[in-house]
Structures are given as structure tokens and as C-alpha cells.
């Protein structure tokens, strides 16, 4: 803010400078030879008297200063906070964590459960029981609390559980896999299924592009180590776009993908191949 010469008593030139009587010395009586303030050329001004008075400084630009300029300084748009460029996963309800860990203690206590969805995908039944365990797969069942988030959804199905989604898998009409994310509880937030195993000691992310082949990953006893060193992890669906968080969490460790030879997956392979080489993290793809 720059103070205003028709505001200021006896201003005088000096040079490049201006001299007047400083305004809250005069304000105190003082300063009667009009020569304490000095404005540089910049506009930056100083009391001799009071020099790096911080309060003397703010009281010569209540009574000198240009205050519509101050105005204008203040609600300038640099004085606006930046939004983030990608809105946080929300927060989970009580009900909506409720809805979660019921189906993860369905399936996890369930020995018939674990050993039926295996048998039905070929998956050992301690891969399925590990994921319940550590809190990423489910066994759901509707009723008139938790409504069939599609109607040709069957009475109870094998789920996986996300940050803030849930998806459900079952067969559809046509006799093809179907998934479904809970949209109808708000579950419906799509983010890096497993991401949460990874811990301070991961060093190597397996990313697979559906549940079902990082769960064959299990299976290789990929990811089945003890401590979270190694973790396999799932793309929610082929055509996903790694979160911003996400990709601050894998900063520093070895990512490996698992892309299916398919056009999505050579798609897949090369949106993440620029997103990690882009953010500087260790990338590489292995076919299986
Ligand atoms: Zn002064």
C-alpha cells in the first residue's frame, strides 16, 4: 500500500525521495521540522525516529495510506486458495462401515463360503479367506435394510470391499460376470482395490486390471508373505485413472503390472506407464 503525498504535510523532493512530516509523529505532536518520513522511489517509506516500529508503520497508512488500493491488493485473485484438482475419497458413514464389515465377517467365519466362491474361480480357499481377513472381500446379502443394487442381483453375492465402495460380483441374466458398486448406500467410490495393505514396509505393488487376477496372484503366493513387503493390488476396471493420493502413496516403490492381452489392457498399460514414468516411480509389466 502506498501513501498519498495530498495526505502527507509539507512533502518535499530530495532527490529521487520525498521528506514530509510523518503522520503518526505528528499525530503526537512531534516532528514539527517535517523531516522524519522519507518515501523511497519504490514507494517503500520509512520514520526516522521510530525505524522497524512495526505498529508506528501501520499507523502512518491508517492515516496516509491509500486504502482503495488496499482493497483491491486483498481481494486479489493470488489471495485465493487453489482447489484441489481431485476431490478426497468421503469419509464412510457409520452405517456404510457397518454394511462393510458385516459381509467381511460373513465370508471370514464362513469355511463353506471361502471354499465355494474358490471353487467356482479356481481360487484357493485360504486366498479367499486371507482377503477377508485383511479386510478386502465380502460376503454380501440383501434384505429390506440393504437393497440388491440390480434386480437381477441374487439374494446374497461375493463382494469387494474398497476405501469408500463396494463392489458386488455375480452372474448376470445373460450368464456373464456382472459387478456392481452399491450405489444405492453411497458405496460407490472407485479407488485402487488394496491399497490400504500398503504400509511404510511395502517395496513392491502388484497392480493387477480386475480382483479376480490379483487374486490368482495370491494363489502364486504373490503378496502372501508376512509384513505388508509385498501387496497386490487390483484396478477397480481397466479404464481407470490412478488417484492423485495414490500415486503419492506408491512414490519410492517398485510397481509391477499385470495388464490382460487384450486392447484394454494394452490401453491400461500404457495410460499407467505414463502416469508412473510421469511421476518418476519404478514401473515395469509382466504377462503371466
Ligand atoms: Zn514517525
Known sequence: MKLILDRLEKPKERGARIIARCPACAEIGKDT??????????GVFACAVYQGDAEHSKRILQLAGD?????????????????PREPPLPQLTTRQVQIMLRSIEHLGKSDELCAGIAAKRGWKPATVRHSAQDLSMGWITFDDDVRKP?????????CFIYRAGLKVRFMGPDGKKTFRFLKSE??????????ELITQVTKTVWITEGEPDALRLMDLGIGEIDGNAEVVCSLPDAGYTIRRDEIELLRGREVIFVPDTDDAGLTAKRRL?????????SFSTVNL
Open 186 to 195: 453411497g458405496l460407490n467410490h472407485k479407488s485402487l482395490w488394496r491399497s
Open 273 to 281: 506407464t505414463e502416469t508412473f514414468c510421469h511421476a518418476a516411480i
Open 33 to 42: 521540522a517535517a523531516d522524519n518520513l522519507t518515501i523511497f522511489e519504490n
Open 67 to 83: 486504502k482503495s488500493q488496499a482493497k483491491r491488493e486483498f481481494t486479489a485473485p493470488v489471495y485465493r486458495p487453489i482447489p
Open 150 to 158: 440390480d434386480s437381477t442381483c441374487p439374494d446374497s453375492a461375493p
